[in-house]
């Protein structure tokens, strides 16, 4: 089974639909990441979280939302889905150490299409 | 201009070749680097990290310029199993300032 798991994998949805996207991990990690990636954009921070009590805006927050429900579980919502939110979406977990590599642990992605 | 940038390519190369990829950063406060490697339509994992002025890792070899601002990956003897994107990922702090470069692939021929 995946360390990190996120559902559903594809979701097709249309324009003013409330979405969730939902990650779980089994990694024990104290942070967790939502990405957004578009082609020729590469990897974009949506929000961050370290710990269940902080939680961080990233660079494109802008129309989501996150909960993060425990320390295993980190959700993201769009309140009202638009075609420009059409994306591949991805969890990521890190750990909290001091000699933190950089790396991330990613999921497998949610592809989401909004018509 | 963009935070990092890489040539897209596709670098299309066959077995056995020599090829190097380079990126550049624009923030000269970035502290570590990284590249990750992503296949199609998989989710991006972790190659190597750089250290100081770079590091090697069997046929993958990272290289670090902190005056010029640019990051290398050279990979040797490459195989059909290297195809893929790689992405250049600096960062800020570890972890959750991760920039992550659009990323350039790489096509290893038969």
């Known amino acids: 089974d995946a360390d990190v798991t996120q559902t559903p994998r594809n979701r097709i949805t249309k324009t003013g639909k409330r979405i969730m996207l939902e990650c779980s991990q089994t990694?024990?990690?104290?942070?967790m990441y939502w990405y957004r990636q578009d082609p020729g954009l590469g990897l974009r921070l949506i929000y961050y979280s370290f710990d269940v009590k902080d939680i961080n805006k990233g660079e494109i927050s802008d129309g989501y939302s996150v909960s993060r429900q425990a320390q295993a579980k980190f959700s993201l919502s769009l309140e009202s889905a638009i075609p420009n939110q059409t994306a591949l979406y991805f969890c990521?977990?890190?750990?909290?150490?001091?000699?933190?590599?950089?790396?991330?642990?990613f999921g497998e992605g949610s592809r989401l299409t909004v018509l | 201009r963009k935070e990092v940038e890489q040539d897209p390519g596709p670098f299309n190369v066959p077995e056995g070749a020599t090829v190097a990829f380079n990126c550049t950063y624009s923030n000269s406060a970035s502290q570590s680097f990284f590249w990750y490697r992503q296949d199609c339509r998989k989710e991006p994992k972790l190659l190597m990290s750089v250290y100081s002025s770079g590091n090697e890792d069997g046929r993958f070899t990272a290289q670090l310029n902190r005056a010029s601002q640019y990051i290398s990956l050279l990979i040797r003897d490459s195989k059909l199993s290297d195809s893929a994107t790689y992405l250049c990922?600096?960062?800020?702090?570890?972890?959750?300032?991760?920039?992550f470069g659009s990323g350039t692939r790489l096509l290893v021929r038969p």
């Open positions: 990694k024990g990690h104290d942070r």
């Open positions: 990521a977990t890190s750990d909290r150490t001091e000699t933190n590599t950089g790396e991330l642990f």
């Open positions: 990922v600096p960062a800020m702090d570890s972890s959750y300032k991760l920039i």
